[in-house]
């Protein structure tokens, strides 16, 4: 059972190109989650999507886009990439219920050069 | 104020020993309560879910929460090595999005 897979899981990038982070999930749940994680700061969303078809700003969208492509798989696009963005990202699935909390991905360690 | 407080550590206790880990937050429209578990350099990993007042026990880990205080916390009973990590603790957001919100979470180091 797969769960939550990521690609790629490492990834080094220099200032003002453009990449796109990869999830998809096994489980069929309907929310799926794109969160970075930098010292300090602990987990940000950045963006969601609540359903198939719907997607919503986080915390901190600016410079990101994502793409929920069907139920199972939902990308995170950097158009251009900053150092800021230098961080690791996961993706996260859930199902609607209450008492039901995320999966993780493993992780993308992305470095902005 | 930050939506979820947890002191960032570390908490250092001996191996054997209670740990207790303590988180507030603000949404008092939250229902459900969440800890996750950290290993360095891995993903989180759930290992407690809480939705009423009082206790929840689950092996080694009881989680508390008192909605009135706003406050959950988790215990560690009889700490290992392996405990050590960063625990997080995640209240969904009211509403239905299912967000969670992190805290910062705690760092455990349990020496043997």
């Known amino acids: 059972n797969a769960g939550v897979t990521q690609t790629p899981k490492f990834q080094v990038l220099k200032t003002g190109q453009s990449m796109t982070l990869q999830c998809a999930q096994d489980?069929?749940?309907?929310?799926m989650y794109w969160y970075r994680q930098d010292p300090g700061m602990g987990l940000r969303l950045i963006y969601y999507s609540a359903s198939e078809g719907t997607t919503d700003k986080g915390e901190v969208p600016n410079g990101y886009n994502v793409s929920r492509l069907n139920k199972r798989e939902f990308s995170l696009r950097l158009e251009s990439a900053a150092p800021s963005q230098t961080s690791v990202y996961f993706c996260?699935?859930?199902?609607?219920?209450?008492?039901?909390?995320?999966?993780f991905g493993s992780g993308t360690r992305l470095t902005v050069v | 104020q930050k939506e979820v407080e947890q002191n960032s550590g570390p908490l250092s206790v001996p191996e054997g020993a209670i740990a207790s880990l303590n988180c507030t937050y603000s949404?008092?429209?939250?229902?459900?309560f969440f800890w996750y578990r950290q290993y360095s350099g891995k993903s989180p990993e759930l290992i407690m879910f809480?939705?009423?007042?009082g206790d929840k026990e689950d092996g080694r880990f009881t989680a508390q929460l008192n909605k009135a205080s706003q406050y959950v916390s988790l215990l560690i009973r009889d700490s290992q090595p392996s405990d050590s990590a960063t625990y997080l603790c995640?209240?969904?957001?009211?509403?239905?999005?299912?967000?969670?919100?992190f805290g910062q979470g705690t760092t455990l180091q349990v020496k043997p």
């Open positions: 489980m069929n749940h309907n929310s």
């Open positions: 995640a209240p969904r957001a009211q509403g239905n999005t299912g967000k969670l919100i």
């Open positions: 996260a699935s859930s199902a609607a219920f209450e008492s039901y909390g995320y999966t």
């Open positions: 949404d008092r429209g939250s229902q459900s």
């Open positions: 809480i939705y009423s007042n």
